[in-house]
């Protein structure tokens, strides 16, 4: 016979976190003035609310409870998965509301709970240096677009980059001067990466018709027409640099 999961309730919860707090010193009480575990020593106070997964309820009640005191911890049953990027995700989201995470290990010896995030200032300073190369290639990103292509919030459509901006600038310029070097090209404005890019050749847009000269393919013909806002901009540009 197939072993049937064991249902379980939040209050699962409650005994091994008693068990755990109490043995370190403070005294424990269940459901005071709506929280579900408050722990006291001396002139400590620990709050902590339970839930059977994290959710948005359970981060609301236990901010609420940060209006009492700066200890306050959530408690949910030990995910089976640690390592995803949303699992990742979400403790960054309980490290920035400056709260703790407790986890609760149903084994056959018996529950046991474990700390794994403390309750702690976040240090939003800190994180930003560490994501500076992040910031950078965001703003790099920005500046590297001419308008607004991209509707915000969009899921599963194709995204226009500065780097696709940059391959149709290339690809609509080798069409309208025919072939050229990629020194030619840089020097009417097409950046750094233009040996990058027709070398890689990413869309098929380009082709290599001798040593150090490109043109454009068949193919960048054909698409580089379904971005007619793009190439607008280009030659706009481009009637200005020739006048």
Not at 10 to 29: A, C, M, Q, W
Not at 39 to 64: F, G, H, R
Not at 91 to 103: A, D
Not at 151 to 169: F, L, P
Request: one cysteine or more; proline letters at 3%.
């Amino acid at each position: 016979m197939k072993n049937i999961k064991e249902k379980r309730y939040e209050t699962d919860l409650y005994e091994p976190i008693r068990r755990y707090f109490s043995k370190n010193g403070y005294e424990v009480h269940g459901e005071v003035h709506h929280c579900d575990i408050a722990a006291v020593k001396e002139n400590e106070l620990i709050l902590i609310e339970m839930k059977l997964s994290l959710t948005v309820d359970l981060l609301i009640q236990a901010t609420k409870r940060q209006r009492l005191t700066d200890q306050v911890y959530i408690a949910i049953p030990k995910p089976k998965r640690l390592t995803s990027k949303k699992w990742y995700d979400l403790c960054h989201l309980v490290k920035t509301l400056e709260l703790g995470l407790i986890l609760v290990n149903f084994l056959k010896s018996g529950a046991k709970m474990e700390i794994v995030i403390e309750p702690s200032p976040f240090d939003r300073k800190r994180i930003m240096q560490r994501n500076k190369k992040k910031r950078e290639r965001l703003l790099a990103e920005i500046k590297g677009r001419n308008g607004d292509h991209n509707v915000g919030g969009s899921n599963k459509t194709k995204i226009m980059t500065a780097y696709k901006e940059n391959c149709i600038q290339i690809a609509y310029l080798l069409e309208i001067n025919g072939p050229s070097s990629p020194k030619a090209l840089r020097q009417i404005g097409t950046g750094d990466k233009t040996l990058s890019i027709l070398t890689k050749n990413y869309y098929g847009w380009y082709e290599k018709i001798e040593r150090g000269i490109y043109a454009i393919s068949e193919k960048g013909k054909k698409e580089i027409t379904d971005f007619p806002e793009i190439i607008q901009y280009f030659s706009e540009v481009k009637l200005e640099s020739d006048e």
